[in-house]
């Protein structure tokens, strides 16, 4: 590998604002680097987890003009950890809305974790309105995917953090952790539900870096954000984030003639690499890189080096 690429220099929004989605929703956005630019969208993870100041950093702020947005009910956006209207295809017309906003016509789709999935569901309904994807630690939401993280996979790689994990609901049935964590985020008991909350973040907070990152759990568990990180995260993965079984590998010939790039950590607990490997299998002209050394979080060196050569990449494809 080349010298490792690392993010821009910090920048400000040149606009930010609410937008009124319907339902009771508004959501926060902000967009940054040069008005007229290339376009592109940043869709951030969990569900449920609002964008960073540092996510802006990915992009040339010179050679594109990009909107970053707070999915329902996370972030800067209201009402807080709401549920309710909050699914996948809610988040998909929300992300049409900010493009007609934003007045572009196909802009390039960012998307980490969550936000593969969520940019896969937007890519795969509306293909004529994106010029190319960006995908990091692919999740596709199946069945398998879920099973590994909740059930039995990740449990083997980090059994002590299981076992943490599993304290909230010891009592409740082993086989249904989201079911019996569900029970306790959206009941009236609040201190159950903040330690619930708190347990479920701490779980992803632990298992997304190869070290422990002591400055990323103390943020996965600060109260606001672990109630709507747990609470939506765990709405999603409940209703099988409102996806057929299989449904984004199914329907990848959809991405025919959108290029994309896939960068994946090898050592990605959170989301295995095997995901992105399916992926690339049917989406014909992907182009996977997968990063030795590398787990799941998008400041990870490696992975960030090839972020960052990606967005530079679609900027100046020549």
Not at 37 to 62: E, I, K, N, S, Y
Not at 187 to 206: M, P, Q
Not at 242 to 255: F, G, I, K, V
Request: with cysteine; aromatic share 12%; net charge negative.
């Amino acid at each position: 590998m080349s010298e490792l690429r690392t993010l821009y220099p910090q920048i400000e929004p040149y606009e930010t604002g609410m937008l009124d989605v319907g339902d009771g929703h508004r959501v926060y956005y902000e967009r940054v680097g040069t008005r007229g630019a290339l376009p592109a969208v940043f869709l951030h993870g969990g569900p449920g987890a609002g964008c960073l100041p540092a996510q802006r950093q990915l992009f040339d702020p010179a050679r594109h003009d990009v909107l970053l947005f707070d999915q329902r009910g996370c972030g800067r956006s209201t009402p807080h950890a709401n549920l309710d209207a909050n699914t996948t295809w809610h988040l998909v017309a929300d992300i049409e809305r900010l493009r007609e906003l934003a007045g572009v016509e196909r802009w390039l789709v960012f998307g980490g974790s969550w936000g593969s999935t969520l940019s896969l569901a937007y890519a795969q309904t509306h293909p004529d309105r994106v010029s190319g994807l960006i995908l990091r630690g692919l999740f596709t939401a199946d069945r398998t995917a879920l099973d590994w993280y909740y059930r039995f996979g990740a449990s083997e790689i980090y059994p002590d953090k299981w076992e943490r994990f599993l304290d909230p609901v010891r009592a409740a049935n082993p086989d249904d952790l989201i079911g019996a964590y569900r029970k306790l985020l959206t009941g009236d008991d609040a201190a159950a539900a903040i330690a619930a909350a708190k347990a479920w973040s701490t779980w992803e907070a632990g298992t997304i870096t190869l070290l422990p990152t002591p400055e990323l759990m103390e943020s996965f568990t600060e109260d606001d954000y672990a109630t709507a990180f747990a609470r939506i995260e765990n709405h999603f993965f409940f209703h099988d984030c409102w996806l057929e079984p299989d449904q984004l590998l199914r329907d990848a010939h959809r991405l025919s003639g959108i290029p994309g790039m896939i960068i994946q950590g090898r050592y990605d607990i959170a989301c295995p690499v095997r995901q992105a490997w399916e992926l690339h299998q049917r989406w014909r002209g992907s182009d996977l890189r997968i990063v030795e050394g590398s787990s799941h979080a998008f400041n990870d060196p490696g992975i960030l080096h090839e972020l960052v050569e990606a967005t530079d990449r679609f900027a100046d494809p020549g």
